[in-house]
């Protein structure tokens, strides 16, 4: 697993820092990569050893297998995150996605206000996704990596709301982030990944 660099110039984005970035990406996010990278190796020897012993209370192998999900989602989130950040938050560049929101939640205006309001209430990861099963678009809110997603669902517009992405530059105005978030949105990528992923339904 190789780190991704951000998709976009950080000195370019507006409100979300520089410094911010560094810290998000180059840190927070390479930590990921690193720990997911060690988690496999060891997951690797053990199964090559014979020895993985399973013990649902407590057992090496039910660690790994724990902070395996913990840490591959760290890195997969925060990758759709970086990948739709960047923009000028200009709508008119999703006219398939801007329309299946309105659809869904009556207006584009409405499914972007539902979305911030699901953020403000998340820990963690504000989701919108296609859901495979349900051949929709969803949202689901995670307070953790491994917790709260849905298992055949796409992410389509990922938000993170964990207080290391806002907290130098917005202090505790979580509500400020998220309009700051919309203000650099890609609607070009995510235009993309929404055209992909409604392609797959179960």
């Known amino acids: 697993m190789d780190t991704k660099p951000l998709p976009f110039d950080a000195e370019k984005l507006g409100a979300i820092s520089a410094k911010t970035l560094a810290i998000h990406h180059d840190?927070?996010?390479?930590g990921y990569v690193a720990k997911a990278t060690d988690i496999s190796q060891k997951l690797q020897e053990l199964?090559?050893?014979?020895?993985?012993?399973?013990?649902?209370t407590y057992s090496?192998?039910?660690?790994?297998?724990?902070?395996?999900?913990?840490?591959?989602?760290?890195v997969y989130l925060h990758e759709w995150y970086?990948?739709?950040?960047?923009?000028?938050?200009?709508?008119?560049?999703?006219?398939?996605l801007s329309k299946a929101l309105a659809e869904k939640w009556g207006s584009l205006e409405n499914g972007l206000k539902y979305f911030s309001e699901c953020a403000m209430a998340a820990r963690g990861w504000?989701?919108?996704c296609w859901d495979t099963k349900a051949g929709a678009l969803k949202h689901y809110n995670a307070d953790a990596h491994n917790q709260g997603g849905v298992w055949?669902?796409?992410?389509?517009i990922v938000l993170d709301?964990?207080?290391?992405?806002?907290?130098?530059?917005?202090?505790?105005?979580k509500k400020a982030y998220i309009e700051a978030f919309w203000k650099n949105f890609n609607w070009t990528k995510?235009?993309?990944?929404?055209?992909?992923?409604?392609q797959v339904t179960l």
């Open 126 to 128: 504000s989701v919108l």
């Open 27 to 30: 840190k927070l996010y390479a």
């Open 190 to 198: 995510a235009e993309e990944l929404y055209l992909k992923a409604r």
């Open 60 to 74: 090496e192998l039910r660690a790994l297998k724990d902070a395996e999900t913990f840490a591959v989602n760290g």
């Open 82 to 96: 970086f990948d739709v950040l960047g923009g000028d938050g200009v709508v008119d560049a999703a006219p398939e």
């Open 47 to 56: 199964a090559a050893s014979g020895s993985a012993a399973g013990n649902a």
């Open 161 to 173: 709301v964990y207080e290391h992405a806002y907290f130098i530059d917005f202090g505790s105005d």
């Open 152 to 156: 055949g669902c796409l992410p389509v």
